[in-house]
């Protein structure tokens, strides 16, 4: 029902790599105009931008975790993806995915973030 739904594992060991997918339920992830972000806020800091996927495919990662992150879709399935190797517990925080309004530069639907802590 939700039109964003974040899923993943909940707890990952450092290390590991993280999956994390959103499942989208407000039109096509293919719509032209639209692009797809996942963001993070860990415990007592701000909101963090990590990576993008715009309407032609093309994937933008925030610099610092350029070597381990990585974005993708399932346009058949309607799914945003979130590929993090090497986890430390400095990612753990509340993921968020997020359709963005190219035009306006700004996020106008989020979804509820699912809480990912990295712990032995």
């Known amino acids: 029902q939700v039109p964003l739904q974040e899923s993943g594992p909940g707890l990952v060991k450092p290390s590991q790599t993280l999956s994390l997918t959103c499942t989208i339920s407000v039109g096509s992830i293919a719509t032209s105009g639209y692009g797809w972000n996942w963001i993070r806020q860990a415990p007592g800091k701000g909101l963090e931008w990590i990576a993008v996927i715009a309407d032609d495919g093309s994937t933008n990662v925030i610099p610092s975790l350029e070597s381990r992150a990585s974005i993708s879709w399932d346009t058949s399935k309607n799914q945003l993806f979130l590929q993090l190797k090497s986890v430390t517990p400095d990612d753990t925080a509340v993921y968020y995915c997020?359709?963005?309004?190219?035009?306006?530069?700004?996020?106008?639907?989020w979804g509820q973030g699912t809480q990912v802590t990295v712990a032995s």
């Open positions: 997020t359709r963005e309004v190219i035009d306006w530069g700004a996020s106008d639907v």
